[in-house]
């Protein structure tokens, strides 16, 4: 988010709970934010930050945008604020991030009249070895810190480092203020659909529909059905999805997992609120009443754990050549 931070209007609560650590002087050492990724974990996090850099914070605890705390936040060059994320997403937070970090937290804030805030993203990619480093910062507070730790898989994280955390829960919204607010943003259609496939996350509904997303997993679907079909060559389509650089691998193994899901509950006569691809129910159908449910359900946890060794070192085509020969078979049975 550049310049002045802001809340979106399902955080209300979470903020109330925020102003109240800096109204009452109280500002925990650390903080956790969970929930799931695509509702503004971030932006939250950075807008508290921003409150406790800022030199001249307005009545109701929100950052005045003017003060110097506020412009090198703004310029994200504030010296007091600190990011320590994996190198690439998916990967561990290793011990060197944390040594740095110790070591830097020795020093004083540079600016008197504020804090000095540092967000860990996400908090579970620390491993044995960090976590445990990690507990060193929280058992050692430093002068005017407070750590902002955020995860969508909290229970990943040691009980000795959650222990030691106040927690700040950020629920999905509920559905009709994340379509309103999705309608203000101006996506104006196919909202329902696009919120259902991003999970009720309404961050992550945006993005999709400014990147076409529909009309993409509508292409990748067509592809898959063309497969069970026979009426595709499976390899030059793995190396097709492969080689795709506008769509992370997992976001497509999840649409399949979310595809199979569908086709196993229209198996046992499910239907809506429970099924997450509504504009596919004709071909997701189809398929339900010819496939073998036993199969089928060998075949979701086939994607499951495919999708769980995206970051391994394992070689992602031939995963994913694998993967959609099983489909083909299950499709030939
Ligand atoms: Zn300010």
Redesign the pocket.
């Given at each position: 988010m550049s310049g002045q931070t802001a809340i979106y209007p399902w955080q209300a609560d979470n903020w109330r709970q925020l102003c109240a650590y800096i109204q009452q002087q109280r500002i925990p050492q650390a903080l956790l934010f969970s929930g799931a990724a695509g509702q503004g974990r971030r932006d939250l996090a950075e807008h508290y930050t921003?409150s406790l850099l800022?030199?001249?914070?307005l009545a109701d605890s929100s950052?005045?945008?003017?003060?110097v705390?506020?412009k090198l936040f703004a310029a994200q060059t504030h010296p007091d604020f600190l990011t320590i994320e994996p190198d690439e997403p998916g990967k561990a937070l290793g011990i060197d991030k944390i040594r740095q970090l110790i070591v830097k937290l020795a020093l004083k804030p540079q600016y008197d009249a504020a804090y000095r805030v540092v967000i860990i993203q996400p908090a579970d990619a620390l491993n044995n070895a960090s976590a445990n480093a990690f507990l060193k910062c929280l058992e050692e507070p430093t002068e005017r810190t407070c750590l902002l730790l955020i995860s969508e898989q909290p229970s990943r994280l040691p009980a000795t480092i959650r222990s030691r955390c106040q927690k700040v829960a950020c629920a999905t919204p509920a559905r009709e203020v994340a379509i309103s607010w999705l309608q203000q943003q101006g996506v104006s259609e196919q909202t329902e659909l696009l919120l259902t496939l991003a999970q009720g996350s309404p961050l992550l509904a945006k993005h999709y529909a400014e990147h076409n997303m529909i009309q993409l997993r509508q292409q990748y679907f067509e592809a898959w059905w063309r497969i069970a079909q026979g009426k595709e060559h499976l390899l030059t389509i793995a190396e097709l999805w492969q080689k795709q650089e506008k769509l992370d691998l997992a976001v497509v193994l999840r649409w399949m997992a979310g595809w199979v899901a569908d086709i196993i509950k229209y198996a046992y006569r499910a239907d809506s609120p429970a099924i997450a691809n509504p504009d596919l129910k004709n071909a997701l159908q189809a398929l339900a009443e010819r496939l073998e449910l036993k199969r089928l359900y060998r075949f979701y946890d086939n994607v499951l754990t495919t999708k769980s060794q995206l970051n391994t070192q394992l070689n992602k085509q031939l995963m994913l050549e694998q993967l959609l020969i099983s489909w083909s078979q299950l499709n030939r049975q």
């Open positions: 921003q800022c030199h001249t914070p950052p005045c945008g003017h003060c705390g506020c």
